[in-house]
């Protein structure tokens, strides 16, 4: 989908966050062009700038109030797409963990640490063999 500019594509954004809002009802299709775009930071950064060309910087002779308004969708769409990309990433970082649990709490594991266990146990008591046979041979050569 190609926009004209980029005001357009901050009123898609907008459109599509307030269909969301409502009780979900945007196309799956509109969500996940909403998904790509959070990642998109050509498109955040276009975002910024031309939010800042329509900004009262203390400026008397500002404009009509159309400025404000454009400014306005371009800071709200800037802000809907940080949002969305901080729930992306919390829900991936969700689905890690869970995935992570699994296999720390699968049988599979449960076994690869009795087996650890068993090999340090055997460690620990061949040392202790070693240890005990130098000091046998020590008070031999004592006596």
Do not use: P
Request: aromatic content about 4%.
């Amino acid at each position: 989908m190609r926009f004209t500019n980029v005001r357009n594509v901050a009123v898609k954004i907008l459109n599509i966050h307030k269909q969301v809002k409502s009780e979900g009802r945007c196309k799956q299709e509109d969500y996940d062009w909403l998904q790509l775009k959070c990642e998109d930071e050509g498109l955040l950064q276009t975002l910024s700038r031309a939010m800042r060309k329509y900004t009262n910087h203390n400026s008397i002779t500002y404009g009509d109030g159309a400025m404000l308004n454009t400014a306005h969708q371009l800071a709200s769409a800037i802000v809907i797409l940080k949002k969305t990309k901080r729930t992306l990433d919390d829900a991936a970082r969700t689905k890690i963990n869970q995935a992570t649990d699994e296999v720390i709490h699968s049988d599979e594991m449960a076994e690869i640490v009795k087996q650890q266990a068993y090999i340090d146990l055997q460690n620990s008591y061949a040392q202790a063999q070693s240890d005990s046979a130098k000091r046998v041979g020590v008070l031999a050569d004592l006596v």
